[in-house]
T-cell receptor, first 117, second 110 residues
Framework: SAVISQKPSRDICQRGTSLTIQCQVDSQVTMMFWYRQQPGQSLTLIAT?????????ESGFVIDKFPISRPNLTFSTLTVSNMSPEDSSIYLC??????????????FGPGTRLTVL | GENVEQHPSTLSVQEGDSAVIKCTYSDSASNYFPWYKQELGKRPQLIID?????GEKKDQRIAVTLNKTAKHFSLHITETQPEDSAVYFC?????????FGTGTSLTVIP
């Protein structure tokens, strides 16, 4: 499967500021997704990052709060804007298969642990 | 959208016993059902998946069954070992977008 990295691995931020999280894959992938996992909770899909077009957001998540970029088939960013303590969570990117591989299967990056003070 | 329910939320078994985790889903259009294992502080790892055209799939000590009519699917782990201790998540969806269950914390007691 693809090797997926995320930067930063963790950060502590002040409320009102923004943080951009990067997700890098070592091979071209069709789909990239962003999830949030609050402590002790399940994974919640934030949005699908579409290459060359605007991201598709799930109910409860908006572009102004979580702008996403997908400039190519191996890279995406998620920005958490105007942060509040409620945004403290682990943010994970995932990728769907590889262009020459199985469809549907998602593989996860290591996650970014965000703490907002 | 899809709604996935998962039970139990916690499960303790003796080493060597079997563990069963059950999930239900709401959207009859869902056709892909993966299971992930997440150890503390680590990323979710895919352990097995099943598609709607198959009723059962097995991989060594792990098996998954799917009942499309009843909209439920289950994970079976046999001969459990302490290293099976983790949180397990089911998911259901279509194409390349799916939604996760609430997770089951499995503890295998040596």
């Amino acid at each position: 499967s693809a090797v997926i990295s995320q930067k930063p691995s963790r950060d502590i931020c002040q409320r009102g500021t923004s943080l951009t999280i990067q997700c890098q894959v070592d091979s071209q992938v069709t789909m990239m997704f962003w999830y949030r996992q609050q402590p002790g909770q399940s994974l919640t899909l934030i949005a699908t990052a579409n290459q060359g077009s605007e991201a598709t957001y799930e109910s409860g998540f908006v572009i102004d709060k979580f702008p996403i970029s997908r400039p190519n088939l191996t890279f995406s960013t998620l920005t958490v804007s105007n942060m509040s303590p409620e945004d403290s969570s682990i943010y994970l990117c995932s990728v769907e298969g590889e262009l020459a591989g199985p469809t549907d299967t998602q593989y996860f990056g290591p996650g970014t642990r965000l703490t907002v003070l | 959208g899809e709604n996935v329910e998962q039970h139990p939320s916690t499960l303790s078994v003796q080493e060597g016993d079997s563990a069963v985790i059950k999930c239900t889903y709401s959207d009859s259009a869902s056709n892909y059902f993966p299971w992930y294992k997440q150890e503390l502080g680590k990323r979710p790892q895919l352990i097995i998946d099943i598609r709607s055209n198959v009723g059962e799939k097995k991989d060594q000590r792990i098996a998954v069954t799917l009942n499309k009519t009843a909209k439920h699917f289950s994970l079976h782990i046999t001969e459990t070992q302490p290293e099976d201790s983790a949180v397990y998540f089911c998911a259901a969806g279509t194409g390349n977008q799916f939604y996760f269950g609430t997770g089951t914390s499995l503890t295998v007691i040596p």
